[in-house]
């Protein structure tokens, strides 16, 4: 059956015209594209030299017909849209026609195809912008596409690829990327003899998270859904207090396509802010089905931007998704047994996670420390979601148990040593306090409701030019928090009023840093900001020693707050030392207790 036509001249111009080829991962990026366009349960992805000497992808598609395949090298030739409103509801990868024909001009390719009519199939070989051949060869359904000698006809283009194995490394992104959002087909794909990656069909994207990243990633990552009108998001993303050094683990897709986003990626960060420590990215993989008319995937030349109709509401679905994951139940730091080897270099963890994870898929899944009582009552996830996702990862997000730990003691009038049925914990005092009064602190800012204390005599205080200038754009949330103060002129102001949380002596101290802090941020996270420095201020200190009474109602009341893990700051609050390690570590095998 025939289906390509030649869009017309006027559909044609509204096309985001651009650069389409301009490194290997691009011709594997078309081609794969393509296999899944034409519905492949299999891809089989080759490449040698980094890509520069060969591509080839095959796929089982539907294929072609001998009539199809004459013109699909043609410019703006497609089975996709035919007219102008097709372009404003794009179902599918591809819609330009512009691939083949971009791919034919810079290299020398050969088509093999077959839409399965009658056992044949049809052979035709390209060089730069010249047919070679047409041949009628016997070939099953579906399609075989071979590129070779990228820009053999451009030495300019072709002198600014990398080496061979960067462009290696950009192909794997390019196939893990696309593979993690088709579960449901197989990829396979080979540096010359080498398979890199081989993952049959599964079917949800956790499981095929596993496959691609292995379980050390998988087994870092919660499950995250949020849904807003006809726009959903589904997806996995770190555990509070996970995270990586680099942004590499970050894959977005809308209605599976891979996209970059920088507003998706500002959500991430805001998500995350204060569940991760600081200098970690998120690791996530966001699946977002939107309407296709609320979609504009017409806006870059290599369709990896695309535009939100309600891009206001996509932003809030990450807020929302990661938060209700969150939500579910705090995770405690866990402490490492021993220091691990030097992370991975630079660009060579990508190649490394996908060449580990060759374990047949099921044993793998279920990893140790699975314990069974754990798999019932996690009760989230679609269809395609959730279900088979490795157990491993969705252990940790089990809530903790809702008895508080039991204080032990303090050590070196720094740490509050708790013990309760997963381990023993170490507690940063002050981390600790700060977190309990930083939850008070926000509870009592919402309501608007800071006790105020006046003081007789007002205070003066003498800013510096910077300070002054920050107190002048922070006066109003400082006013709101209870700190009364009028300018005097000059660059004097006169406390009248401090939050009746300290005395006089301290609130001079604690006013100027809320000043310091407050500056060069702006709205919301100012006043997060001053809340969190207001509540460092007023904690505990480190150094200080503290009764049982004091310990026991402050560790009772970090476990109430939403986030007992984490200070506002981002510090980690609390170590949990596992029983099994120390068990391990006195050689007394779990197994053996009691003897
Ligand atoms: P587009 O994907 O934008 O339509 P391409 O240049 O990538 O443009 O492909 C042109 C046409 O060739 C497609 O619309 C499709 O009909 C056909 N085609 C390309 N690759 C395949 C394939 N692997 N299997 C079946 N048909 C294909
Ligand atoms: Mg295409």
């Given at each position: 059956m025939n289906r390509i036509r030649v869009l017309s001249e006027g559909v044609a111009a509204k096309i985001a015209a651009g650069e389409v080829i301009e490194r290997p991962a691009s011709v594997v990026k078309e081609l794969v594209e393509n296999a899944l366009d034409a519905g492949a349960t299999e891809v089989r992805v080759e490449v040698q030299a980094g890509g520069k000497s060969l591509v080839r992808v095959a796929d089982n598609g539907r294929g072609m017909s001998a009539e199809d395949a004459a013109l699909c090298f043609k410019r703006h030739s497609t089975s996709k849209i035919s007219d102008e409103q097709d372009l404003d509801r794009?179902?599918?990868?591809?819609?330009?026609?512009?691939a083949l024909a971009s791919i034919s001009a810079v290299a020398r390719v050969t088509l093999k195809t077959s839409d399965g009519a009658g056992g044949k199939g049809v052979m035709i070989e390209r060089e730069g912008e010249k047919l070679v051949s047409v041949t009628e060869i016997a070939f099953p359904r579906g399609t075989t596409v071979e590129v070779r000698d990228l820009f053999f006809n451009l030495p300019a283009r072709r002198k600014f690829l990398r080496s061979d194995r960067s462009e290696l490394s950009f192909i794997v992104r390019t196939v893990t990327g696309i593979a993690a959002a088709f579960p449901e087909t197989r990829f396979v794909l080979a540096h010359g003899e080498r398979v890199l990656l081989d993952c049959p069909a599964v079917r949800t994207a956790g499981e095929r998270i596993y496959q691609l990243f292995g379980r050390e990633v998988a087994s870092g990552l919660m499950e995250i859904k949020a849904a807003e009108g006809s726009h959903h998001l589904e997806g996995y993303a770190s555990l509070p207090l996970g995270g990586r050094a680099?942004?590499?683990?970050q894959h977005v897709f809308v209605n599976r396509r891979p996209v970059r986003d920088r507003m998706i990626m500002a959500a991430l960060n805001q998500a995350y802010a204060g569940i991760l420590e600081r200098n970690r990215a998120p690791e996530a993989f966001l699946f977002f089905s939107i309407p296709f008319e609320e979609v504009d995937v017409n806006v870059h030349p290599a369709k990896s931007e695309v535009r939100f109709s309600n891009a206001q509401t996509v932003f809030r679905l990450v807020l929302q998704a990661v938060q209700a994951a969150v939500a579910r139940g705090p995770v405690l730091k866990k402490m490492q047994p021993a220091a691990g080897g030097p992370a991975p270099a630079q660009g060579e963890g990508v190649l490394r996670a996908v060449a580990e994870p060759k374990l047949p898929w099921g044993e793998a899944a279920i990893g140790p420390g699975l314990r069974p009582e754990d798999e019932a009552g996690t009760g989230h996830g679609g269809p395609a979601f959730g279900q088979g996702f490795p157990e491993g990862a969705v252990h940790e997000l089990q809530p903790q148990p809702a008895a508080t730990p039991r204080v032990i003691g303090q050590y070196e009038n720094l740490y509050i040593i708790a013990s309760a049925p997963e381990g023993l914990l170490v507690i940063d005092q002050h981390n600790a306090h700060e977190r309990v009064l930083y939850d008070r602190f926000v509870e009592i800012d919402r309501e608007r409701a800071w006790p105020v204390k006046m003081l007789l005599v007002p205070e003066v205080v003498e800013l510096s030019a910077s300070d002054f200038a920050a107190f002048e754009e922070a006066a109003a949330d400082l006013e709101a928090m209870g700190f009364l103060a009028d300018q005097m002129g000059g660059r004097s102001v006169a406390l009248k009023g401090y939050p009746d949380l300290f005395g006089p002596a301290e609130a001079r101290d604690v006013f100027l840093s809320l000043v310091a802090e407050g500056s060069g941020r702006a709205g919301e996270e100012r006043r997060k900001r001053l809340l969190a420095t207001l509540a460092c201020k007023s904690a505990v200190k480190a150094g200080e020693p503290l009764n049982m009474e004091k310990m026991s109602y402050l560790v009772e009341e970090l476990f109430r707050t939403g986030q007992p893990a984490l200070c506002p700051h981002g510090r980690p609050i609390v170590l949990r030392i596992e029983k099994d390690d120390l068990d391990r570590g006195l050689g007394r095998p779990a197994a053996r207790a009691g003897r």
């Open positions: 794009i179902s599918t990868l591809g819609f330009r026609g512009e680099d942004r590499s683990l």
